[in-house]
């Protein structure tokens, strides 16, 4: 369902309230021998009603007090609560013969409590128009806020599909041609895979989402190359078990396990990289970690990745991600929860 037919649905329910309330206050007393009374006296008031909340939702809130023309607002306001709909209404049950006194009875004295009666019903009603409207506008603006964020947040992750770690394509490139001699299989195998990557990354993160299983496949893809320059390939581990076809943000995982490999020391003695992806109970699981050498400087995992990655879960999963990072001398743990219920 779009914006639109959401802004106008919105509306049935002030149309409802209105006819209801109406057909109450008319039915309430149905004079003798007036078999369309109710009739008439629900339309009028219904008439009343929703020109008075409209009035407020449709022009004197955004018009004025919506620019900050504050006086102008309130002046015109207190003109047509107190003046304008008062006799517009009293007019209309007049020739509806709706109202129980005569024009001149309605001028006189007896005509004061209808008329402080019209004016406390358009109050409640021009303040229900208003609440309305400054509810509408605030769904506008957040609509909007959104779509800003997302804009930015495409632009910053186009920035980093663009640059996407140079040091990684120079290193995978040089390590595929040290293979070309001693491995040409090997090599060949390597430079698919880095072929597919590339293509993974020019083309699918164009798309909101993909499926889980074509992440898992990139991030299966992208750990092959990096063992490529390892001594001990057995130090990476990557395991993953997920049953369903979950639709997920591309690129949401890889920058925790490139974090993983950038600042851990894998051809050292000791040192390991552990990564799964599971789904259980509508929750998809995600784990990254990486030991750390203690005497390495400058170990800082909150990249620009990472940054974007928070930036768009809190878009893409309000209140329904939790992003626990962890880190000590010897270990720096990531842990994402998703909510994938459809709830």
């Known amino acids: 369902m779009n914006k639109k037919t959401i802004l106008y649905l919105i509306h049935i329910p002030v149309w409802i309230i209105a006819l209801l309330t109406a057909y109450f206050f008319s039915s309430d007393d149905v004079p003798a021998g007036r078999p369309n009374y109710v009739l008439f006296s629900t339309i009028t008031l219904s008439i009343w009603f929703i020109a008075s909340f409209y009035t407020f939702y449709s022009h004197l809130v955004p018009k004025y007090l919506g620019k900050g023309n504050n006086r102008v607002f309130w002046l015109y306001a207190a003109l047509f609560v107190i003046i304008l709909i008062p006799v517009v209404t009293l007019a209309l049950m007049q020739i509806t013969k709706v109202g129980a ?51 930015k947040l495409r632009g910053e992750l186009n920035d980093i599909r663009s640059k996407l770690n140079p040091h990684f394509l120079f290193n995978t490139l040089n390590n595929i041609d040290a293979l070309i001699q001693a491995d040409p299989v090997k090599a060949s195998a390597a430079l698919t895979k880095l072929s597919d990557l590339l ?98 400087e400058n170990n ?7 940054k974007l990655v928070r930036k768009r879960l809190e878009l893409l999963y309000p209140e329904k991600h939790n992003l626990e990072i962890h880190q000590t001398d010897n270990e720096y743990s990531v842990t994402l929860k998703i909510n994938i219920s459809d709830d």
């Open 199 to 296: 293509r993974y990354v020019v083309y699918e993160t164009e798309r909101e989402t993909i499926s889980i299983q074509k992440e898992i496949d990139i991030i299966s893809q992208y750990i092959d190359i990096e063992k490529i320059r390892l001594s001990n390939p057995d130090s990476v581990s990557f395991s993953r078990s997920v049953s369903k076809d979950i639709p997920v943000p591309p690129m949401i995982f890889l920058p925790f396990i490139e974090n993983g490999f950038k600042h851990s020391n894998l051809n050292s003695k000791g040192q390991t990289l552990d990564i799964s992806i599971s789904e259980n109970n509508n929750e998809l699981l995600f784990h990254c970690i990486n030991t750390v050498i203690a005497k390495k």
């Open 300 to 306: 800082n995992h909150s990249g620009i990745g990472i």
């Open 101 to 151: 006194l005569s024009w001149s009875e309605s001028l006189s004295g007896k005509g004061l409590l209808p008329w402080l009666g019209t004016i406390a019903g358009t109050i409640f009603c021009g303040v229900l128009g208003s609440l309305y409207r400054f509810s509408i506008d605030w769904f506008n603006n957040s609509h909007l806020r959104k779509e800003l964020e997302n804009t």
